[in-house]
C-alpha cells in the first residue's frame, strides 16, 4: 500500500490560516537540543530538523499542543491560533 | 458591574454543551464561547459515545442527533506484523433495553449538542476564546476574550486537554508527556454499502474496533476503528513520551496500522477526507486537578477525567457526567447566591458519588499498569503464535494446547517474567 506523507493528509485538511504566526521557536536553543522531541511528537511536521537545528512552518498545525508538552528546553512560545482561524474539522 | 451571565462555560465540547443545555433548562443566563469557527471546529475524537448519560438528559437524542451509526460488535484485535487474534462480542444486549454506545463524528455532533443548548437558552457564541480570567482577589469573576471582558458569577472551564483554563487558575500543573497520549485519526470515505458488507453489518449497526500489538510497534497505545454511515475512522493512540524515546511519529505507526492485512482489506479503495490529531490526558486520578477554586469549576478533559483500563480508553461519557454535575453545583449555588470554593465544592462531592471519580478510583492504578511494553509486544506475538500452532496444522502429530503454550513461551519469556505482570495486572485492570 502506497504511504501517504503527512503533508498530503493535511492538503485535505480545512485550514483558515491566520496572518499572525501563533507559535514561534526560539532556534539558538533548538541548535543545541540533544533530543529534538518536537519532530517526533508534532502530528503535522511542522518541525524540520535542518542543519542540526529546527525550522518550523505554523499552517499545518493541528493545534494538539503536543510540542509545548514535549520541548523540555523552554524553546517553544506556543499559542493557540486566533479564535476562528486555524484548523476547522469538518469530521473530527 | 452588572452581571450578565450566571456563567461563562469555556468550550463548546460534551462537557460544555452538557452543562449549559442543564443550566439553561433551570433557567440561569449562561454564555458558551468556543474558539472554533464554528463548533466542533477543534474537536476529535475516536468515537464512539458510551453510556446513557446523553439519553438521559437528551430524551429525544436516538431520534435527533446526528450521530453514524450505533455500536452493536466490540471487537479487540491483538496484532502482529502478520497476523490478528480477535474477541468480537456481539449481542443483543448493546441496544435493548436502551442503545449503549454511538459512533460519532465530533464536528457535526458538538454542533448538534450546542445547537440543543442554546434551544435552550443558552447564548452560543463560536469564535469566542478566553484568553484568560478575570479575578476579584482570589476570585475568578469571568473570562477576558480578546478585547471583551466578559463578567460572570462562575466560569466552568470545559476547554479540554490542554485546558489554558485551569492552568490560569492555579489548579493544573504543567502537563507532561508521560501523562499524555497522541491520537491520530484518518476519516475515510466508503460507500455504505461497501461497509456493511465488509463488517458484516446492516442498517444503523456500527463497529468499534480496538487493535493492540504491531500497530503501535510496541509503544503503549493502540489502534482503532470505527464504522461511520459512510466513512471508517482508522487511528492510533500512542503514549507522547514514547514517541520521543522511538523517535518515530505517530504518522508512521498509522501507516504501518493502515498496511497491516487485516486493516488493509477493510479500507481499501477508501477516500481519505480528513487526518485530525489531539491529546488524550491518560493518568486518571493521578493527574487530576482541583476541581474548583472561588467562582470557578473545571469539567471534562480539562479536569483530566478520562478513563483507560487496557480495554476501554472513554472520556466523552465522563464529559458529560462532569458538565451535569458542575451545572447542579451552579444551580444550587446560584440559589443560595454563593459561589465561593466551599459552595462550589458540592462538585466534587457529586463526581465522588458518580462512576465518574469511583471508576478513576478503581483503575488508579491502570495508567501506571498499562506503561508495561509486555502488553504491546509480548502478549499479542504469544496469542498470535498459539492460535497458528493450534489452527495451522503443518503435518505433524499435534500437540496439546497447553504444550503449544509452553513451545510458545520457550525462547520470548519465562513464566518468572509473566508471573509479576499477573500480580501487577491482578490489582490494576
Known amino acids: 500500500m502506497k504511504v501517504i506523507s503527512v503533508e498530503d493528509k493535511l492538503s485535505v485538511n480545512k485550514f483558515d490560516i491566520d496572518k499572525d504566526v501563533h507559535i514561534r521557536i526560539a532556534e539558538d536553543i533548538c541548535q543545541t537540543c540533544n533530543h529534538h522531541a518536537c519532530i517526533y511528537v508534532c502530528p503535522a511536521s511542522c518541525y524540520k530538523l535542518s542543519d542540526g537545528g529546527i525550522t518550523f512552518s505554523y499552517e499545518g498545525c493541528l493545534e494538539c499542543g503536543s510540542c509545548n508538552i514535549a520541548c523540555d528546553k523552554g524553546a517553544i512560545d506556543w499559542t493557540l491560533p486566533r479564535p476562528g482561524f486555524g484548523i476547522c474539522y469538518q469530521y473530527g | ?429
Open chain 2, 1 to 429: 458591574m452588572e452581571q450578565e451571565f450566571d456563567a461563562i462555560v469555556v468550550g463548546a465540547g460534551p462537557a460544555g454543551s452538557a452543562c449549559a443545555y442543564k443550566l439553561a433548562n433551570a433557567g440561569l443566563q449562561v454564555l458558551v464561547i468556543d474558539r472554533g469557527k464554528f463548533v466542533g471546529a477543534k474537536n476529535m475524537w475516536g468515537g464512539a459515545f458510551y453510556g446513557g448519560d446523553l439519553l438521559n438528559l437528551l430524551p429525544n437524542f436516538c431520534e435527533e442527533a446526528p450521530f453514524e451509526r450505533y455500536v452493536t460488535r466490540q471487537k479487540i484485535s491483538f496484532l502482529t506484523e502478520e497476523d490478528c487474534l480477535s474477541v468480537d462480542f456481539a449481542s443483543p444486549k448493546f441496544k435493548e433495553p436502551a442503545p449503549h454506545g454511538f459512533v460519532m463524528l465530533r464536528s457535526k455532533f458538538d454542533r448538534w449538542f450546542a445547537d440543543k443548548a442554546q434551544e435552550a437558552g443558552a447564548v452560543v457564541a463560536p469564535g469566542l476564546g478566553a484568553d484568560d480570567l478575570l479575578w476579584d482577589g482570589s476570585r475568578v469573576v469571568g473570562v477576558k476574550a480578546g478585547s471583551d471582558e466578559l463578567p460572570a458569577s462562575v466560569v466552568v472551564a470545559c476547554d479540554g486537554a490542554n485546558s489554558g483554563m485551569a492552568q490560569k487558575a492555579g489548579l493544573q500543573k504543567e502537563l507532561s508527556s508521560e501523562d499524555m497520549k497522541q491520537g491520530v485519526k484518518e476519516v475515510i470515505e466508503l460507500s455504505e454499502e461497501i461497509i456493511e458488507q465488509r463488517f458484516g453489518l446492516s442498517g444503523k449497526e456500527g463497529i468499534a474496533w480496538e487493535f493492540v500489538g504491531s500497530c503501535t510497534q510496541g509503544l503503549p497505545g493502540g489502534g482503532f476503528i470505527y464504522t461511520n454511515k459512510d466513512s471508517l475512522s482508522v487511528g492510533i493512540v500512542v503514549q507522547l513520551d514514547a514517541l520521543v524515546k522511538r523517535k518515530v511519529q505517530a504518522n508512521d505507526l498509522l501507516e504501518g496500522f493502515k498496511s497491516h492485512p487485516e486493516v488493509a482489506r477493510v479500507i481499501e479503495g477508501g477516500k481519505l477526507v480528513e487526518y485530525s490529531a489531539h491529546l488524550i490526558p491518560v493518568s486518571g486520578i493521578n493527574m487530576m486537578p482541583e476541581l474548583s477554586r472561588d467562582g470557578f469549576l473545571v469539567a471534562g478533559d480539562a479536569a483530566a477525567l478520562v478513563l483507560g483500563t487496557g480495554l476501554i480508553l472513554e472520556g466523552a461519557n465522563f464529559a458529560v457526567a462532569s458538565g451535569i454535575a458542575a451545572a447542579e453545583t451552579v444551580i444550587e449555588a446560584k440559589e443560595r447566591g454563593d459561589f465561593s470554593n466551599e459552595s462550589l465544592s458540592m462538585y466534587r462531592r457529586l463526581l465522588e458519588d458518580s462512576y465518574v471519580l469511583k471508576d478513576l478510583r478503581t483503575f488508579r492504578k491502570a495508567p501506571h499498569f498499562l506503561e508495561n511494553p509486555h502488553i504491546y509486544n509480548l502478549y499479542p506475538e504469544l496469542a498470535c503464535d498459539v492460535a497458528r500452532r493450534v489452527f495451522i496444522g503443518d503435518g505433524q502429530p499435534r500437540k496439546t494446547t497447553w504444550d503449544n503454550v509452553r513451545d510458545s513461551l520457550k525462547g520470548r519469556a519465562s513464566l518468572l517474567q509473566i508471573l509479576p505482570d499477573l500480580w501487577q495486572g491482578k490489582g490494576a485492570i
